[in-house]
């Protein structure tokens, strides 16, 4: 017989109550009974705590029950009772997001055409901390957690891989967490992206979402929880390789994806037909939009090359439905259907393809679940901001 104490079960079943709160609420302390199976008594003990410690609050009075009962006082989250702060470091840029318990965005800010080095990032961040800690809303508990989005390989909060900046084993989580006292997170961007359609948008218990920035990289979430493998490559599908003998990749292999369909390699594609060393996506939408044909044809071949790793991504996971993450798909008009022309097998029938509805904002939103599902000590989280 497996012993558990009284106080796991008591803590267990805490969470249990509060998440049903989270998702479902708001809700009286009858039906959270009704749906957790614990007794009225349980309950209202559990409520009693949550309510204590501010993270749970009673609104108003809900509709009476249809057989004349009394009318019951509903509970929901107290989503004003602390913030969340996330991070994505992207390879020249760090974006920040403050957002309540809900996912509720406070502010968002973004610091541009800077340099990331492992010397540097650590102190960059605290100071990021620092000036936010002067302007936060006052809550019960401040920041309740910092989630850091790494482009790049994360496993178990620490960095394994980064292409296109040097972060690799860099100690971010303890000397940040030991420096500010708050709990520290690290995840892949493309992870974070997904975990953000998981908790803000999508109803799908079994979704990718593909970012498609210097590199690409999937996020994957099987029966509702994130995938990550063994060692932290699952969803490196930037690195499956299309072409052997292919352009070299800083993986090590050659031909990989990304090479040919990233943001960073069709823009690379792009400075030659427009004979500068550096383009941007609106520079690219134009002469598009011009019919260059030479645009024309390296948007074509992208989106075939995209369409293949999509495919790879059906045939390994078997998605309801596959989010892109992607400025081009979003500014270039008919990117999207030209992918979407390309998938022609019953593999990819019904499997829905979108642009994410949540934007760039998804690998900030989805930090934000992070933090807030780890300070509530709940495994899913399923919210409309
Ligand atoms: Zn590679």
Redesign the pocket.
Known sequence: MVFVDKYAIREMNETIVLEHIVNEGPLSRAAVANRTHLSKASVSEIVRKLTETNLVHEIGIGDSTTSGGRRPIMLELNKHAGVSLSFDIGYNYIATMLNYLDGEIITEQIIEDIEIDRETLIDKIENVVMDYQQMIPETSYGIVGITIAIHGVVFDNSIVFT?YYDLAKLNICETLSERLGIPIYIENEANLSAIAEQTYSSNYKNLVSISIHSGIGAGIIIDGALYTGERGFSGEI??KILFPDGKP?????HG?L??YCSEKAILEFFNDIHQSTETTIAQLKSAYMAKNPAVIELIDKAAKYLAIGINNVTTAFSPGVIYLKSRLTREIPDFLDKINSNLNSFINEDVELHNSSLGDQATLLGASAVSIRNFLRIQSMRVQR
């Open positions: 292409p930037g690195h990749c800083p993986c090590g292999n990989c990304e090479q």
